[in-house]
């Protein structure tokens, strides 16, 4: 999915997506900006998968919460764009991956609810926004063992690397965790009942050159794609 620059009025997109998902063996394709049922059953029907990219916040109207005056910046376009495509992607079993947002809008799509602003609603010693560069380890994370990603990554504890101050608070019915931070924070989750439907908080576009567990995911995602 593009990213939006209000200021710009434009799409864009980090090369980490695209390159992660060349070198895990796909081919990436970059969406317009529509809602339009019309026009995304036949940019779907065209894809195997679908990528949840980072970007703005999720709107807390989707989980019946206020905004945080000040500190939450949204696209509702995005949001119902977004929406769309993951339950067509369900209704027709296709693999997805979240990524940052990702994680939070299939969450917040799916009945969960977020933290709007970690530092003011979950403050903790834990580095959920670091500096760049972007690639190094910010965290540990705790791997649960009866999860999909420990079967793919074989590791009960990795580091990653962070940028985000919004994340997932109750998770939504249906999905399971995965992974979770040393202040509790969920940062991973995944749907039991769909072929592939995982997310991850963390940045794997930003650390798969350096990063085996990154390129495992991509890999993953792709090798999930018939």
Request: aromatic content about 8%; hydrophobic content about 40%.
């Amino acid at each position: 999915m593009p990213l939006w620059d209000e200021r710009k009025d434009s799409l864009w997109m980090l090369p980490g997506y695209l390159d992660g998902i060349r070198e895990a063996g796909g081919i990436p394709v970059i969406f317009p900006f529509t809602s339009d049922a019309r026009e995304l059953s036949q940019l779907m029907s065209f894809c195997g998968g679908f990528l949840l990219t980072g970007g703005h916040d999720v709107s807390p109207k989707l989980y019946h919460e206020k905004p945080l005056e000040g500190l939450v910046e949204v696209c509702e376009k995005r949001d119902a764009m977004e929406i769309a495509v993951l339950n067509e992607a369900i209704r027709t079993d296709k693999p997805v991956l979240g990524i940052c947002r990702g994680i939070q809008l299939i969450n917040a799509a799916l009945g969960g609810t977020l933290y709007q602003d970690l530092p003011t609603q979950h403050p903790s010693e834990t580095v959920h926004h670091q500096k760049p560069p972007y690639d190094l380890p910010a965290h540990p994370v705790s791997v649960l063992k009866e999860s999909p990603l420990f079967d793919c990554l074989g590791a009960r504890e990795i580091t990653v690397n962070s940028c985000h101050h919004q994340a997932v608070r109750t998770i939504a019915p249906g999905l399971a965790a995965m992974a979770i931070a040393p202040d509790a924070i969920t940062e991973a989750l995944y749907k039991p009942d769909h072929r592939f439907l995982w997310a991850v908080q963390w940045h794997p576009e930003f650390s798969w050159r350096t990063d085996e567990n990154s390129r495992k995911i991509f890999r993953a995602f792709v090798g999930a794609v018939e």
